[in-house]
C-alpha cells in the first residue's frame, strides 16, 4: 500500500492549461480509491485520520479506532 500523502493547497484541483484534474490529484484521489477497495466494498488496511487517530479496517468494516 502506497502512503499518498494530501496534495499543497498551492496545487490547483483542475490544471487550468487543460481544464482537466491535475496529475497530482488524480494520482491522490486514485491512491484513495485503490486503498479503499477499488470499488470492491472490501477494502482492508490501515488508515490515520487528521486527528491522528487510527483506523483499522477489514473487508470494509472498521475493526478498531485508536
Same mark, same amino acid.
Given at each position: 500500500?502506497?502512503?499518498?500523502?494530501?496534495?499543497?493547497?498551492?496545487?490547483?484541483?483542475?490544471?487550468?492549461?487543460?481544464?482537466?484534474?491535475?496529475?497530482?490529484?488524480?494520482?491522490?484521489?486514485?491512491?484513495?480509491?485503490?486503498?479503499?477497495?477499488?470499488?470492491?466494498?472490501?477494502?482492508?488496511?490501515?488508515?490515520? $485520520?487528521?486527528?491522528?487517530? $487510527?483506523?483499522?479496517?477489514?473487508?470494509?468494516?472498521?475493526?478498531?479506532?485508536?
Amino acid at each position: 500500500m502506497n502512503p499518498t500523502q494530501i496534495i499543497a493547497p498551492r496545487v490547483p484541483l483542475v490544471d487550468p492549461a487543460t481544464g482537466l484534474i491535475s496529475r497530482e490529484w488524480y494520482r491522490f484521489i486514485n491512491s484513495m480509491y485503490e486503498q479503499l477497495g477499488a470499488g470492491t466494498g472490501a477494502a482492508s488496511g490501515t488508515f490515520t $485520520t487528521a486527528d491522528s487517530k $487510527t483506523v483499522t479496517v477489514v473487508n470494509g468494516v472498521i475493526t478498531g479506532i485508536v
